[in-house]
């Protein structure tokens, strides 16, 4: 049981450092960006939709990545309503790419040997925008994939649920004889109240 709880909370604990970097990597996004786009939009104004092709073709590349890796049978995704193709595709447009390679692109040092580092505007302008599209691509497909709720016939009656699963759960302890006698005993009292 205490292997189990400081199993939860080291989970959580990493998730949440998790969240505190991706939230600082947006936070120099942010600060970084509007340089980033004036700079590129001021010196190269033909290169800036170039750029942004690029950057549509790895989001595009990425995703028929993923695709391909969940439709192959790579990923285990088990799911009795949805077809392959659409678990496949869900996946493959859930979630935000690019994350990994922006903070990557942001530490790369301004200057080398007293010159700029050549194509760093340029590079996190193609990280930033690849991030952006996985932000923005979702938005507008996922209403198509995910599937539409289905109206019940009968509004669900919570408590005979509810007592469903107290009897199953009763009954699977009480048919359990490697179950410890004490432990079932206790259990079986929660259960009861």
Known sequence: MTSTKV????QTTWQIISDILNGF???LLGLTLPTVIYALSTQHTEQFF?????????YLVAWALRFGWVYLGFVKV????????????LIATG????????SLALSLPFTVAGKAFPLRDELIF???????????V???VMPWLVPKPQPTKAPINLRLV??????????????????????QQAVLGTLYR
């Open 7 to 10: 199993q939860f909370v080291s």
């Open 25 to 27: 990597v947006f936070v």
């Open 50 to 58: 170039i750029l942004l092709g690029l950057a549509l073709l790895i």
């Open 78 to 89: 088990f799911s009795r309503s949805l077809s392959k193709r659409t678990i496949s595709a």
């Open 95 to 102: 979630g935000i790419h690019g994350t990994m390679t922006l």
């Open 126 to 136: 193609v990280a930033a925008s690849v991030i952006l599209f996985s932000l923005l």
């Open 138 to 140: 979702p938005t507008f």
């Open 162 to 183: 509810r007592n469903d699963m107290l009897e199953y759960a009763i009954m699977q302890l009480k048919n359990n004889p490697d179950a410890d006698s004490v432990a």
